[in-house]
Every structure is written in C-alpha cells, then in structure tokens.
C-alpha cells in the first residue's frame, strides 16, 4: 500500500462544475495535509493546507479532512480551464518533509 | 522577491558523466529541500538542510549522489557517476520554517543516455 494514494485521472469535469479529488493516506498520526497545483512543466504551487478535522475553504477552493478515515479531498468550485492542471496531495512527516501522492490529473472541458 | 531558481532547466548526458544541479532558495529560508519524481512515479524526497546542516538525507538513492549547502545559501546536488535510473525532474524546494508550506523552484530535468 502507497503512503499517500490518489486517483491519477484525468478526472474530466466540465467548465462551472465542481472537481472533487480524493486523497488518502496510510500514517495515521499524520497531522498536516496540503494540496499543491502543479501545471505541466512547472512547479508545484501550494493552494490549501489542513490541519484539523473538517472543512477549508479558500475562494473557489475547499479542502476536506477526515482523520478518522484517514482522508483528504479538494473540491474545486465552478471550474475554469484554468484550473486544468495535475493536483498533488501531501502529508507531512518530519521536519517539514513532505510525502507526495503520484497526483490527479484534473481537465476542465469548455 | 525573487523565487527558487534552479539551474539548468535540462541537462542531457551520457551513463557514466557527472552532473551537478544547483538551486538557489528563497532570500532568508533557512530550510531547503530537494525531491525528486521519476516518469510515471511520484515527487520523492531526497535531503533536507537546514542552514548549511543535512538534516535528514534519508531519501538520497545511493552514494552517487552529494548535496552541499555551504554557507547555507544555495544548493548543489551532484550525480557521479549517473546512471539511466537517475534520468527524472530533480526539484528544489525552499521555506522558512519547517511547516511543510514549500516553495518550489521549476525543477531541473535529467536525461541520461
């Protein structure tokens, strides 16, 4: 079993509706979680982190956390081309280091 | 302000050369990472500094690899001898306290022949 596991997609979604990714992880003393946007060729961005049970929201974006569970998501609200990019999901370990899933690939279709 | 710039943006060499990436952080970070992620598989740690210090080397492949940060500013992660394995996006990360909250640089692509 992968520490961090997401779906690689491409998870299509059409133009104004929600993305919904899914993210989750095997440490069950893991504390903080991230959601980093990676465009092809770039650098991987941090968009949300989260540390406590339940929901984030920051713009058009809400993370969700269920420690329980052991799960991570990301909705992405009233999607743009724009947000047509790989969404990488990480748990922190020691020190700041950060264990990476293999990403989603999100394509949002005019 | 300037970000984390790496160098070079790609590098092609044979089996068997060396090659010697270099990253420069953010002005101030005390903390710098390097992650690596291979075609197909995920972003992989491989050291973190803290100042001029390896705090944690765990994920470096073998000892082909050597990372320095003398004088704790930038960052050089040499391959000797590299190897077709070795071939993969290297990435730089800088931040200012260890919360996990990276910033990374566009990453220097490795292709070994």
């Known amino acids: 079993q992968k520490e961090v596991e997401q779906n690689s997609g491409p998870l299509s979604v059409p133009e104004g509706a929600i993305a919904s990714l899914n993210c989750t992880y095997s440490d069950r003393g893991s504390q903080s979680f991230f959601w980093y946007r990676q465009y092809s060729g770039k650098s991987p961005e941090l968009i949300m982190s989260i540390y406590s049970n339940g929901d984030k929201e920051d713009g058009r974006f809400t993370a969700q956390l269920n420690k329980a569970s052991q799960y991570v998501s990301l909705l992405i609200r009233d999607s743009q081309p724009s947000d047509s990019a790989t969404y990488l999901c990480a748990v922190k370990r020691s020190w700041g280091k950060l264990q990476f899933g293999a990403g989603t690939q999100v394509v949002v279709t005019p | 302000e300037a970000g984390v710039t790496q160098f070079p943006s790609h590098s092609v060499i044979e089996k068997g050369q060396t090659v010697t990436l270099r990253c420069d952080p953010i002005?101030?970070?005390?903390?710098l990472y390097w992650y690596r992620r291979v075609m197909g598989k995920e972003i992989k740690f491989l050291l973190h500094?803290?100042?001029?210090?390896?705090?944690?080397e765990s994920g470096m492949p073998n000892n082909r690899f050597l990372a320095e940060r003398t004088g704790g500013t930038y960052s050089t992660l040499k391959v000797q001898p590299a190897e077709l394995e070795d071939s993969g996006v290297y990435f730089c990360a800088s931040s200012q306290e260890n919360t996990g909250e990276l910033f990374f640089g566009e990453g220097s692509r490795l292709t070994v022949l």
């Open positions: 500094f803290v100042k001029e210090s390896k705090q944690d």
């Open positions: 002005s101030g970070h005390d903390n």
